[in-house]
Nanobody, 128 residues
Framework: QVQVVESGGGLVQPGGSLRLSCVASGSPCGRYGMGWFRQAPGIDRDVVSSVTWGGGNTYYADSVKDRFTISRENARNTVYLRMSSLEPEDTGVYYC?????????????????????WGQGTQVTVSS
C-alpha cells in the first residue's frame, strides 16, 4: 500500500522561510514522480511545483518561481519544498502527491488528476 506523509508546515511571518518534506513508500515499481499542490479556502487545489523521478524535469507555478525550490532524495523516497520570501498569498494547505509505475506528461504533472496518491496535507500560514 502506497503511503505519502508530509511534514514541515507552520506559521511564519511574511518574508520568512519554511521547508516542507514528503516521504513516500509502498510503490510496486519503486519509483515516484512527486509534486506539491496548494489549496486555500474557496480555491481549487493548484500545482505549486513538481519533479520527475530523475530530477531532471522540474516545474514551478509562476507565483512561486524564484522563491520556492523543489528537490529530492531518491534513496529516501523524499521530496522537499524550500519556500522563501513567503507572502500571505502562499497561505493554504500544502499537499504532496506522487505518481507510481509509469511516466506522466508535462501537463499531467501539473494537474491533480495526474497523480495517484496524496498525503494528508500540511497547513502553511503566512501572517504577521
Amino acid at each position: 500500500q502506497v503511503q505519502v506523509v508530509e511534514s514541515g508546515g507552520g506559521l511564519v511571518q511574511p518574508g520568512g522561510s519554511l521547508r516542507l518534506s514528503c516521504v513516500a513508500s509502498g510503490s510496486p515499481c519503486g519509483r515516484y514522480g512527486m509534486g506539491w499542490f496548494r489549496q486555500a479556502p474557496g480555491i481549487d487545489r493548484d500545482v505549486v511545483s513538481s519533479v520527475t523521478w530523475g530530477g531532471g524535469n522540474t516545474y514551478y507555478a509562476d507565483s512561486v518561481k524564484d522563491r520556492f525550490t523543489i528537490s529530492r532524495e531518491n534513496a529516501r523516497n523524499t521530496v522537499y519544498l524550500r519556500m522563501s520570501s513567503l507572502e500571505p498569498e502562499d497561505t493554504g494547505v500544502y499537499y504532496c502527491a506522487v505518481t507510481v509505475c509509469g511516466r506522466r506528461s508535462d501537463y499531467e504533472r501539473q494537474i491533480p488528476g495526474g497523480y495517484d496518491y496524496w498525503g494528508q496535507g500540511t497547513q502553511v500560514t503566512v501572517s504577521s
